[in-house]
């Protein structure tokens, strides 16, 4: 807060009050999207999945623990837990780990119906950008995907979670 505080009035003196009072406007009217949400019994099923991955976590590094579980349009559940390496670059999330053992075990042709993310550490863990995209290849975009926020569940139609994916369309 004391953070905060400085860089308001460093803004205040650059005449950019405006803009952070917008900004600031725009996550007090967010939170009420971020408030749980009542979830099925088939996501809480699957979330319950991942939070039991979680527990086989390899994080000596963060110490957070990450599991994902992916239901596939196959009826397959397939988990997967963050593996942390000591160079940390080569750390691979719970949820890309999971999306390779389910190409891995079911093959290329594959399709995601719904994601779920929990973690051990009782934080906010959306997917990070790399695994949305990595999801994006296999992924509906109706799919639910449901993770922890700061202040519950959070439960997005995965077209939300990843709007403009990378897509390769040369001409
Ligand atoms: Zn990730």
Not at 55 to 65: E, H, L, T
Not at 81 to 98: D, F, H, K, P
Not at 121 to 135: E, F, K, M, Y
Not at 137 to 142: G, K, S
């Amino acid at each position: 807060m004391v953070n905060l505080a400085h860089s308001r009035r460093a803004l205040d003196v650059q005449g950019g009050v405006e803009w952070i009072s917008l900004k600031f406007h725009r996550v007090l009217m967010a939170q009420p999207a971020s408030k749980t949400n009542p979830l099925d019994p088939a996501l809480r099923d699957l979330l319950e999945k991942a939070r039991q991955a979680a527990v086989r976590s390899y994080s000596p590094y963060s110490k957070f623990r990450v599991g994902a579980a992916l239901r596939l349009t196959n009826g397959g559940i397939v988990t997967g837990t963050n593996v942390e390496n000591v160079s940390y670059g080569l750390t691979i999330c719970a949820e890309r780990a999971a999306l390779v053992r389910a190409v891995s075990e079911f093959g290329p042709e594959i399709r995601i119906a719904a994601v779920a993310v929990a973690n051990l550490n009782g934080a906010a863990s959306p997917p990070c950008g790399a695994c949305r995209q990595v999801l994006a290849e296999f992924v509906l975009p109706e799919a639910p995907v449901v993770f922890p926020v700061t202040d519950g569940m959070r439960t997005m139609a995965f077209r939300d979670v990843l709007p403009l994916a990378f897509e390769m369309k040369l001409k």
